[in-house]
């Protein structure tokens, strides 16, 4: 369970609920049919023996002799080995006084042999052993006919019968039990489904922000989980006013330190003075170093805004055509190939400056060529999170693996003799690290520098 589902468990918990609870009831209901159906045979049985101690008393001798009785209500008795016997016997001796015909010669071990107890009614109950290993249940009772020889008088019917009977009610239960266990288990799935649905609701209310198409949490909710709506929908407003909060401050800053800078380096600039020179130098690169900064500091913060969304092609054909009258002088041919719907997760601005820093490196050093394509791009395996490639290379002289790194290093130029100030690699590649992205340099297939920008997508 990765991340412990919530209806997984919910689930899990039911079934092992619901199996116990069957297997309890299967147990006690077929305990309850065992007992009541050996009752109902242990009845059949006493009144057999019943009839056989009235048969016996009707004929008693005084001798402890008796004439074969009638049969004792069953047909059974008459049939050799038949399952069904009775058998007398003298207590003194423990010698055999009367038997039933079905026994044909056979011993039967009775109750009081194997150590039962007779209960309220004087009778014991036991199950045995009988001819040709027949499964038996024998009822026994002592009788005193005369008053000087006392007899053991023992019945006992073919338990093979009951068992029987005990084994079908048994699969039946199961097979019912089965089919009510289910039928729980498809309502379990159905009650999880429906349980968790305002969960199901609420992922779908996070996707639109995400995506841009709703600023908050809307729709009803359930009482349960309303609060947590309303959290979220608080902890989205606390972000974006954090957000502006931000934004303003860097504007704030920017304006701040611009102005001064600006005066600084107009007055050095009207003195031929050696530390006029110099301060024209310091001033620059701080406002080098603070232009980087402030544009970090701009992507901290529009990186935090949540459900941002910005559809790549109109960017790109925008950037494309600025390009072209950027660098008219040159002409270079920039050839475009694009995945339509693409859709990147962040800032239009971020992404133009991104693509925008990209063509431009490229159409300042290709030589007449430029080929941009953006595509999306599969889950990793590691990321279920879906990104977009923009891949731009050139027909230029192209980079050697030393000089790929070090352009990526802030302020770096490997050539003075080309306008701009070093900062756009790797403000590009910072953007990037910031959205999760990253951005690869190697060679493109006509030996120019081939740019391979990875962004998040939706």
């Known amino acids: 369970m990765p991340g412990s589902s919530l209806a997984r468990r919910l689930f899990v918990l039911i079934a092992l609920w619901s199996a116990l609870s069957l297997a309890s009831a299967g147990f006690v209901l077929i305990t309850a049919y065992r007992s009541s159906v050996e009752a109902a045979f242990d009845e059949r049985l006493a009144v057999h023996l019943k009839t056989l101690i009235g048969a016996l008393a009707a004929q008693a001798d005084g ?5 074969q009785p009638e049969n ?9 080995l038949s ?14 006084a009367a038997i039933s015909r079905s026994l044909v010669g056979e011993v039967l071990r009775l109750p009081g042999d194997l150590g ?17 290993r027949q ?10 006919f005369d008053g000087r020889e006392r007899f053991r008088i023992a019945v006992a019917g073919n338990a093979g019968d009951l068992e029987a009977d005990i084994s079908r009610f048994s699969w039946r239960t199961a097979f019912l039990l089965g089919l009510v266990g289910l039928g729980l288990v498809v309502a379990t799935l159905v009650l999880v489904r429906i349980a968790l649905a305002p969960l199901e609701r609420m992922r779908r209310a996070l996707w639109r922000i995400r995506s841009g198409r709703s600023e908050r949490l809307e729709g009803r909710f359930a009482a349960e989980i309303d609060p947590l709506a309303q ?10 006013e954090a957000t502006e909060r931000a934004r303003t401050h860097v504007g704030n800053l920017a304006h701040a330190l611009k102005t001064p800078l600006s ?7 009207a003195s031929d003075q050696p530390m006029a020179l110099r301060v024209v130098e310091q001033a620059e690169l701080i406002q080098s170093h603070l232009a980087h900064h402030l544009d970090r500091a701009r992507m901290v913060a529009q990186r935090r805004t949540i459900g941002v969304v910005t559809e790549v092609e109109p960017v790109v054909e925008r950037l494309i055509r600025a390009m072209r009258r950027i660098h008219e002088d040159k002409n270079p041919e920039i050839t475009l190939a694009l995945d339509s719907g693409l859709r990147f997760r962040g800032e239009r601005e971020d992404l133009e400056e991104a693509l925008g820093n990209l063509l431009d490196n490229a159409c300042k050093w290709c030589a007449t060529r430029v080929a941009v394509s953006v595509r999306a791009l599969p889950p990793d395996g590691a990321d279920d999170r879906r990104h977009l490639l923009a891949r731009v290379d050139d027909d230029g002289p192209g980079l050697d693996p030393d000089q790929r790194a070090a ?21 590009v590649a910072e953007l990037a690290a910031l959205y999760g992205g990253s951005l690869v340099l190697a060679a493109a297939p006509e030996g120019g520098l081939r740019c391979d920008l990875r962004l998040p997508a939706l």
């Open 63 to 67: 001798a402890g002799t008796f004439r």
């Open 72 to 80: 004792p209500g069953e047909a059974r008795f008459e049939l050799p």
């Open 83 to 96: 399952g069904w016997y009775w058998v007398v016997r003298r207590v003194s001796d423990d010698g055999i």
């Open 116 to 132: 039962a107890t007779a209960g309220r009614d004087h009778i014991l109950r036991a199950y045995s052993e009988g001819p040709d």
């Open 135 to 144: 499964h038996l249940r024998i009822l026994e009772r002592i009788v005193d």
């Open 231 to 240: 959290e979220l929908n608080a902890l989205i407003e606390a972000n974006r």
């Open 263 to 269: 005066v600084i380096v107009n007055e050095a600039r």
């Open 407 to 427: 352009v990526l290093a802030r302020g770096h130029r490997l050539d003075e003799k080309v306008p701009g100030s070093g900062l756009g690699l790797s403000i």
